[in-house]
C-alpha cells in the first residue's frame, strides 16, 4: 500500500523553526531519492530539497543555509529541519520522490504558517 504522511507544521513565528517528517511506504521510500516539496497560495509546487539514498542533498536557493533535509532509511522517514523562518516560506509541505511523475501519488502535506 502507497502512502506518505507528512506532520510537523504549524504556526511560527519569523526566525523560529520547525522539524518536518514524513512517513513514507517502502515502494516509495527505499532505494529512492527522496525531497520535500512546497505549494505556496496561488503558487504551483516546487522542490525545495532532495536527499538521495547515500546522503547527498541539493537545496534551492530561496531555503540554502536554513533548511536541511535527512533521511533514516531503517524507518522509511525523511526530515526537513527548517530554521529562520521568514515570510516567504508559509505553504504546504509535501514529501515525494526526485523525480516525480505527473501522476504520483501526494499525501495530504503539511501547513506551515509564519506569523507574528
Known amino acids: 500500500q502507497v502512502h506518505l504522511v507528512e506532520s510537523g507544521g504549524g504556526l511560527v513565528q519569523p526566525g523560529g523553526s520547525l522539524r518536518l517528517s514524513c512517513a513514507a511506504s517502502?515502494?516509495?521510500?527505499?532505494?529512492?531519492?527522496m525531497g520535500w516539496y512546497r505549494q505556496g497560495p496561488g503558487k504551483q509546487r516546487a522542490m525545495v530539497a532532495y536527499?538521495?539514498?547515500?546522503?547527498?542533498?541539493f537545496y534551492a536557493d530561496s531555503v540554502k543555509g536554513r533548511f536541511t533535509i535527512s533521511r533514516d532509511n531503517g524507518k522509511n522517514t525523511v526530515y526537513l529541519q527548517m530554521n529562520s523562518l521568514k515570510c516567504g516560506d508559509p505553504a504546504g509541505y509535501y514529501c515525494?520522490?526526485?523525480?516525480?511523475?505527473?501522476?504520483?501519488?501526494w499525501g495530504q502535506g503539511t501547513q506551515v504558517t509564519v506569523s507574528t
Open positions: 536527499c538521495t539514498t547515500g546522503g547527498s542533498t
Open positions: 517502502g515502494t516509495i521510500f527505499y532505494g529512492y531519492t
Open positions: 515525494n520522490n526526485v523525480p516525480v511523475g505527473g501522476g504520483a501519488y
